[in-house]
Structures are given as C-alpha cells and as structure tokens.
C-alpha cells in the first residue's frame, strides 16, 4: 500500500471556525509533511515531523497547528485564517532516516476562506 | 541557499515524439539528490525519477530519462514517446544530504500533449 489518504478533499471556512485537516499512512513511514500549494506553484514546505515529533516549522503562522498522534496520523488544526491562506494542502510522508528517500503525496485538501 | 530553475513555464509536444524539459539548480554541496516530480490536473503529485549527485550515470526510468550534468548543475528530463497521460505540471526538486527533510521545488513547467 503507497497511499497517502487525506479527508477532507473539500473545505469551505470562514475567518472564525476552527477545522482541522486529516492525513493518514500505512507505509510504515516515520517522517509526514505539510506543503501548501497555491495554483500553479510549487508546494511550499510548512511542518515536518519525525518519529511524531516536530522537527521543523517553516515560521508558519500560528493559526495554523499540527499535530502528530501516532507514526500513521497527521493532522492539521485551522483557526481564524485569512482568506490568503485559500489553498491546496498537501500532505506526504517519507521513510525516515535519509532525504533520498521518496516523498509520497497524498491527494490534498482544497481550503476555501470566505 | 539552494535554488531550482525551471525556465520554460509551458511545454508542448505531440503525442509519441520526445520533449526535453529543463531544470538548472545552484548549490555548495557535494552530497544531494535532485528530482523530477509529476502532478497531473487535479490529481496526486508522484515521483517520476531520481539521480544521486555521487553517481554520474544518467537515471532512466522506461520512457523517463535524465541528462545530469554536475558541472554546470543541469538536471533536464527527456520523455520519450509521449502519451496524453504525460500532460501534467512537472516539478523539479533538490534535496541536502544532510539531515535535512526540506525538498526545494522549481517553479514547475507545464506539459501539454497533443494528439
């Protein structure tokens, strides 16, 4: 199993709602990522965790949290965001242990701030 | 810092001839491994080839072939025979060899494949 799962596929928000975005793996991967994509952009590296600990924050706003429970969970927990941060979200997760390992993306999360 | 350099925002090519799409990249090290990643409309990004900077052997992958140039920090990939299910935004990515998770992407290049 490659597959990175990511629910939901679709969110509409406003300024004031808190949501939270959900990506699971059964790889067996110890390293999971957050990117940010907006249209016709590269993704844009926001969290990494290794082994369910945070290992770098790319100075993303605090409005945005994440969380690790376990080594097949990631979350992405969204509070008062702007409508800039209207986006697609990636998730992916790699073996950990060496950078040429490959990243497996999942299908994204497509963010609407009203 | 690293940068990738992808300088042709679009491509077209017919469907069975072969397209050659450019990625240039700046970097200090000697330890790191470069990518070349794939992300059909509305659909999962996937890897679709990968070269270690230590070995000068060109990686291929059936239709999907890379000439790296080390020297001048060229990494260009050729599609051979083209098919419609090539078209897709293609990134390409550099990534330390050291302990360092953080791939930087190019700004990507669009493939149109026409019948």
């Known amino acids: 199993d490659t597959e990175v799962t990511q629910t939901p596929k679709h969110l509409v928000m406003g300024m004031t709602n808190k949501k939270s975005l959900k990506c699971e793996q059964h790889m067996g991967h110890r390293a999971m990522y957050w990117y940010k994509q907006k249209a016709k952009k590269p993704p844009e590296l926001m969290f990494v965790?290794?082994?369910?600990?945070?290992?770098i924050n790319e100075s993303v706003p605090s409005r945005f949290s994440p969380e690790c429970p376990n080594s097949s969970l990631l979350n992405l927990h969204l509070h008062a965001l702007q409508p800039e941060d209207s986006a697609l979200y990636l998730c992916a997760s790699s073996q950990e242990g060496h950078p040429s390992y490959e990243q497996y993306f999942g299908p994204g999360t497509r963010l609407t701030v009203t | 810092a690293q940068t990738v350099t992808q300088s042709q925002p679009e491509m077209s090519v017919q469907e069975a001839e072969t397209v050659t799409l450019s990625c240039t990249y700046d970097?200090?090290?000697?330890?790191?491994?470069l990518f070349w990643y794939k992300q059909p409309p509305s659909r999962q990004m996937i890897l679709v080839i990968r070269?270690?900077?230590?070995?000068?052997q060109n990686a291929t992958e059936n239709r999907f072939s890379v000439n790296f140039q080390k020297a001048a920090k060229s990494f260009s990939l050729k599609i051979s025979d083209s098919q419609l299910g090539d078209a897709a935004m293609y990134f390409c990515?550099?990534?330390?060899?050291?302990?360092?998770?953080?791939?930087?992407f190019g700004k990507g290049t669009l493939l149109t494949v026409n019948p």
């Open positions: 965790y290794s082994y369910e600990k945070l290992s």
């Open positions: 970097t200090s090290e000697s330890d790191y491994y």
């Open positions: 990515a550099y990534i330390s060899g050291g302990s360092n998770y953080k791939l930087t």
């Open positions: 070269q270690e900077a230590y070995k000068q």
